[in-house]
């Protein structure tokens, strides 16, 4: 696993009205095995930033070198693949889809990248397991709690064994105390397995266990 390296990275949104410039020059390395936490307010840019590292979104300058790859010189097929194994999301909103179970769910990124059903079901029993939903795999996302949801996008996330996993506010929708299972969970997943983690918050206790913090202002990120 190499590093993650973003160097003048820019953003704008143009509307008829106005340019908006919401990422002016973020530069950011990111090491193997650790833990980074960005803060700073609503509509400061944090989503945006989150979605342009994981490959939903480009940027209008600078580059991102992600284990040595650019990520501006990726073929359409090759950020596709860059998005299913080599980043794995966490949303606010756990997206898991309402017609499958919690089991299909997780299995599901493993199984659509080629591999068989069987290896797919028992790697994600492993890691549903390992969230604490042994007993809810045969849910559907209707009939879970948030925190579970939460725990579940968890697992679906690890699923491709992705070096990166990119949070965006987690527990946003979780009361005090599923909030605080869904984050332990989360650090201790992400150290037990050696990943790198790349968090967006509001919580600032939880921002506070990171290995580095930043704050995200007016196009700019500063180390806290
Ligand atoms: N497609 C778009 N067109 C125009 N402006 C946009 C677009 N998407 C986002 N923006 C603007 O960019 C800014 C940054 O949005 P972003 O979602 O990244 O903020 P955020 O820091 O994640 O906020 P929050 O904490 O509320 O989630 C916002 O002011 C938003 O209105
Ligand atoms: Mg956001």
Not at 96 to 114: H, R
Not at 157 to 171: I, Q
Request: proline share 3%.
């Amino acid at each position: 696993m190499g590093n993650m390296n973003l160097t003048e990275i820019k953003k704008k949104y143009k509307t008829e009205a106005e340019e908006l410039v919401i990422l002016r020059n973020i530069n950011l390395n990111i090491d193997p095995k650790t833990i980074t936490v960005i803060t700073g307010e609503s509509g400061c840019g944090k989503s945006t930033l989150l979605n342009i590292i994981g490959g939903l979104d480009r940027p209008d300058g600078g580059s991102i070198s992600v284990n040595g790859r650019d990520l501006s010189r990726m073929t359409e097929a090759q950020l596709s693949e860059y998005r299913s194994k080599t980043v794995g999301f966490i949303f606010q909103f756990h997206y898991l889809l309402k017609d499958f179970t919690c089991l299909e769910n997780v299995m599901m990124p493993f199984y659509m990248a080629g591999s068989s059903r069987k290896s797919a079901v028992s790697k994600a029993e492993k890691l549903l397991e390992r969230v604490n939903l042994a007993g809810r795999i045969n849910h559907y996302p209707t009939q879970m709690s948030g925190g579970e949801r939460q725990r579940a996008a968890l697992a679906r996330a690890l699923m491709n064994d992705p070096d990166y996993l990119l949070a965006d506010e987690p527990t946003g929708n979780l009361d005090e105390e599923n909030s605080r299972v869904v984050e332990t969970l989360l650090f201790d997943m992400v150290r037990d397995y050696g990943k790198t983690l790349l968090l967006v918050t509001h919580d600032t206790e939880l921002a506070g266990r990171g290995d580095s913090e930043y704050f995200l202002h007016k196009g700019e990120l500063t180390l806290k």
